[in-house]
């Protein structure tokens, strides 16, 4: 599936990725392709990001590796949605 993160700033990232993992108001929730179709409020935490990252130069001090080995983005609030494969991410 294809992930775009997107702050004020610029798109931080934008890739095909495995999974991606977000905090949702309600509790933290993933995304898995054929996810069904989702908007959601995010609040404070870790966006998760799972497969081949690569993030370029610019932003790379936001983002860090935990111990599985997934890129993460710490975040403050926001709003994703994913359909037909796509998710977005729009993170403060």
């Given at each position: 599936?294809?992930?775009?993160?997107?702050?004020?700033?610029?798109?931080?990232?934008?890739?095909?990725?495995?999974?991606?993992?977000?905090?949702?108001?309600?509790?933290?929730?993933?995304?898995?392709?054929?996810?069904?179709?989702?908007?959601?409020?995010?609040?404070?935490?870790?966006?998760?990001?799972?497969?081949?990252?690569?993030?370029?130069?610019?932003y790379q001090d936001k983002f860090s590796?935990?111990?599985?080995?997934?890129?993460?983005?710490?975040?403050?609030?926001?709003?994703?949605?994913?359909?037909?494969?796509?998710?977005?991410?729009?993170?403060?």
């Open positions: 599936m294809y992930l775009e993160i997107v702050s004020p700033e610029a798109t931080l990232f934008a890739g095909e990725v495995v999974s991606v993992t977000v905090p949702g108001i309600n509790g933290e929730f993933q995304m898995l392709t054929d996810h069904a179709p989702i908007v959601s409020l995010l609040q404070q935490g870790q966006v998760k990001v799972d497969g081949n990252v690569v993030i370029d130069e610019l590796k935990d111990a599985s080995g997934k890129t993460i983005l710490p975040i403050t609030s926001g709003t994703v949605e994913m359909k037909d494969n796509k998710v977005i991410v729009l993170a403060d």
